[in-house]
């Protein structure tokens, strides 16, 4: 089995800062692209940045210049640097990732439980 736990969520005021990290765990070959995603009341989800094994990232226009999207590929690990934080990020985030298993060649899609992000105007 795998396991996604975010972590760093909160309350901030506008224009502050927050940092979301995200830990992978349980059997595990390796991790292609890992994703943080947001939900916010009466919306649909959205994608809100990804990075790829390599480093290669993409983020969605209404983060750009706030955002940072970073991995630690021995750690698992994915981080969600927040900026100048808007009363429109307003959500709960969640990271996925792709996980190849020991057992086979295939990605498997996981999600973690969600971090609420609140941010005041």
């Known amino acids: 089995q795998v396991q996604l736990v975010e972590s760093g969520g909160g309350f901030v005021q506008a224009g502050g800062s927050l940092r979301l990290s995200c830990a992978a765990s349980?059997?595990?070959?390796?991790?292609?692209?890992m994703d943080w995603y947001r939900q916010a009341p009466g919306k649909q989800r959205e994608l809100v940045a990804d990075?790829?094994?390599?480093?290669?990232?993409n983020y969605a226009d209404s983060v750009k210049g706030r955002f940072t999207i970073s991995r630690d590929n021995a750690k698992n690990t994915v981080h969600l640097q927040m900026n100048s934080l808007k009363p429109e990020d307003t959500a709960v985030y969640y990271c996925?990732?792709?996980?190849?298993?020991?057992?086979?060649?295939?990605?498997?899609?996981?999600w973690g439980q969600g971090t609420q992000v609140t941010v005041s105007s």
């Open positions: 996925y990732a792709r996980v190849v298993l020991p057992t086979t060649v295939f990605k498997v899609g996981y």
């Open positions: 349980g059997s595990i070959r390796s991790i292609d692209a």
């Open positions: 990075i790829t094994s390599g480093g290669s990232t």
